[in-house]
């Protein structure tokens, strides 16, 4: 088996190499969430909200009305964090929650007039880099990455599996500074 290394060259997939490959794995997965930490921060630092929540203004920019629920399936988080996260953008006035006529209990959530303004002024990809990169690989790629990552978690001893449903940590605005 061969494979094309960072350089171009082909590299004869060989044991001797093997440490080389692991290396060249390594360095690419720190490559990837760093330029992921880079844009989160570029984002907090412009924005002055986490990039979970820009993330979530750009949903409710798309559809309108969505419930807590529906965005924490979006963005592939709990519940409880998606609830956390709105409640700072209600508080800053970004979003607004409204009542459903029909059915009182139903919550809708929608993008403030604030929230818009902020949403056309923000680094993009507004849903953040990693989430974006993901949408634009073709499903093959996709489910040789998947298949790859499945392998690495496979090896790794002590898995949180609820991990996947939690925002990477540099997309949470840190608590100090916040009102």
């Known amino acids: 088996m061969a494979t ?10 060989q044991p001797e190499n093997e440490k080389l490959m692991h290396m060249q794995v390594l360095k690419k997965l720190r490559i990837v969430i760093r330029a ?6 570029w984002i907090e630092r412009r924005c002055g909200i986490s990039g979970a929540q820009l993330w979530i203004l750009q949903e409710l920019h798309d559809s ?10 979006r963005l592939a988080i709990h519940q409880t964090t998606a609830s956390n996260l709105l409640e700072g953008l209600v508080r800053k ?11 009182q209990r139903v919550v809708k959530l929608m993008l403030a007039k604030k929230g818009g303004a902020l949403l056309t ?15 634009k690989l073709d499903l093959g790629a996709l489910a ?19 991990a996947g449903l939690q925002p990477m940590p540099f997309m949470m605005r840190r608590k100090t500074g916040e009102p």
């Open 4 to 13: 094309k290394n960072t350089h171009g060259k082909t590299v004869v997939w």
């Open 36 to 41: 992921a930490q880079r844009h989160s921060a």
């Open 64 to 73: 309108p009305g969505l419930r807590v629920g529906e965005i924490a399936s």
């Open 93 to 103: 006035e970004y979003v607004v929650k409204e009542r459903d006529p029909d059915d």
């Open 121 to 135: 002024k923000a680094p993009m990809p507004a849903r953040g880099l990693l989430p974006e990169a993901l949408g």
């Open 144 to 162: 040789d990455l998947d298949k790859g990552l499945q392998g690495l978690l496979d090896v790794i001893e002590q898995v949180d599996e609820d």
